[in-house]
Structure formats: C-alpha cells, structure tokens
C-alpha cells in the first residue's frame, strides 16, 4: 500500500513558480508510474502530468506543456512538480497519485490510478 502526502502548494502572482512535492510511503513506490491532477472548483479532476516508475518516461497535458516538469527521487520517494510560468486558469488543488503498474507507459485517465494523496491548494492571483 501507499501513502501519499502533497505540500508546496500556496498563492503565487501569475508568471510565478511553485514547486510540488509528493512524498510515499511504503515499499512500491519505485516500481509505480506517478502522475499529477488537478480540480478546479465545478470542474472534473484532469491530468497534468505523469511520470514512469523509472523515470524514463513522462507526458504532460497540452496545457502545462513547456511550463511545467515532473521528476522523481525514487531514493526520498518523492516525486516533484515543478510549475513555472503560472498562470490564473491554473488555480486548482492538486493531487498525487500512484499506478502500480510495473511499466513505462504513463496513464492519463484518473481510474488508471491507485492511490491519491489529500491535495493541496494552487492559487495564482492575476
């Protein structure tokens, strides 16, 4: 099983930076592809970006694409976002998540994914 915990969140003026951080417990984490959602509130939960258990492979929504970057320690257990550039339409909480899957493909459909951690709130003000 796997715990998940997000922190890094916070408010942040358009064209500012936060980084994410995920970190898991429990023993399978570096065999798990992780990925990145978000929800806006009256919105569905969508993909941002995820990440192979090896770190070999990654894949980002259109939206975040060449702003945003997902990495991984599988040494600290942690996997990382990293959100440049900000901007208001990406207001949302953020959640973690983990694909047991042994495998390189990265899964963009939230049901694909096992565990999720408790979020935490993006706020870039305009």
């Known amino acids: 099983q796997v715990q998940l915990v997000e922190s890094g969140g916070g408010l942040v003026q358009a064209g500012g930076s936060l980084r994410l951080s995920c970190a898991a417990s429990?023993?399978?984490?570096?065999?798990?592809?992780m990925g990145w959602f978000r929800q806006a509130p009256g919105k569905e939960r969508e993909f941002v970006a995820g990440?192979?258990?090896?770190?070999?492979?990654?894949y980002y929504a259109d939206s975040v694409k060449g702003r945003f970057t997902i990495s991984r320690d599988n040494a600290k257990k942690t996997v990382y976002l990293q959100m440049n550039t900000l901007k208001p339409e990406d207001t949302a909480v953020y959640y973690c998540?983990?694909?047991?899957?042994?495998?390189?493909?990265?899964?963009?459909?939230?049901?694909?994914?096992?565990?999720w951690g408790q979020g935490t709130q993006v706020t870039v003000s305009s």
């Open positions: 429990g023993s399978t984490f570096s065999s798990s592809a």
């Open positions: 990440i192979s258990w090896s770190g070999g492979s990654t």
């Open positions: 998540a983990a694909d047991q899957r042994l495998s390189e493909v990265v899964f963009i459909r939230p049901n694909e994914y096992d565990y």
